[in-house]
């Protein structure tokens, strides 16, 4: 079971309940780390368009430090150059626009609260090497992340 830490400095993010849950099934001999940031529709909007070519605003970015990680095991002495200065390994960076997770929250009928969670989550699972690009991805993304909010108890009618 890997330790994670969140840099985040947004009130109100449950980081702790999501740092607890969200690495747990990860085998790990270094404390992994991540940043999870909160952006304005407008500020998503310009990074979607700079680093994916895409001018829409999204509900949240992931920026994976790693590649080929999915379900394998994190051992430090294979990534010597991607530890932080507290000697954790860092997984990457999440952007997550608050304002569109407020629309969805209402569009999806649940909180804002579980939709936060959700996002963090499926940042997370990105940084981690999980992706959607296949029906058979996706399933097994779905499949973590809602093992992970479950884990959490975020439900999807909290």
Same mark, same amino acid.
């Given at each position: 079971?890997?330790?994670?830490?969140?840099?985040?400095?947004?009130?109100?993010?449950?980081?702790?309940l999501i740092e607890t849950y969200a690495a747990a099934f990860v085998e790990s001999d270094?404390?992994?780390?991540?940043?999870?940031?909160?952006?304005?529709?407008?500020?998503?909007?310009?990074?979607?368009?700079?680093?994916?070519?895409?001018?829409?605003?999204?509900?949240?970015?992931?920026?994976?430090?790693?590649?080929?990680?999915?379900?394998?095991?994190?051992?430090?002495?294979?990534?010597?150059?991607?530890?932080?200065?507290?000697?954790?390994?860092? /997984?990457?960076?999440?952007? @997550? &626009?608050?304002?569109?997770?407020?629309?969805?929250?209402? #569009?999806?009928?649940? *909180?804002?609260? %579980?939709?936060?969670?959700? /996002?963090?989550?499926?940042? @997370? &699972?990105?940084?981690?090497?999980?992706?959607?690009?296949? #029906?058979?991805?996706? *399933?097994?993304? %779905?499949?973590?992340?809602?093992?992970?909010?479950?884990?959490?108890?975020?439900?999807?009618?909290?």
């Open positions: 079971m890997a330790e994670l830490f969140i840099d985040c400095g947004e009130e109100g993010f449950e980081k702790e270094v404390p992994l780390s991540c940043e999870v940031v909160f952006e304005s529709e407008e500020g998503i909007r310009n990074l979607n368009a700079a680093t994916r070519g895409k001018d829409s605003v999204t509900d949240v970015l992931s920026f994976p430090n790693l590649d080929g990680i999915r379900g394998k095991a994190l051992k430090k002495e294979d990534y010597p150059y991607d530890l932080d200065e507290e000697e954790r390994l860092f /997984l990457g960076s999440i952007v @997550i &626009c608050k304002k569109r997770a407020e629309e969805q929250a209402e #569009e999806y009928g649940h *909180s804002l609260r %579980r939709e936060i969670c959700y /996002l963090a989550v499926h940042g @997370i &699972c990105h940084l981690l090497g999980y992706d959607h690009e296949t #029906e058979e991805d996706k *399933s097994e993304m %779905r499949a973590k992340e809602e093992e992970i909010l479950s884990a959490m108890g975020v439900k999807r009618e909290a």
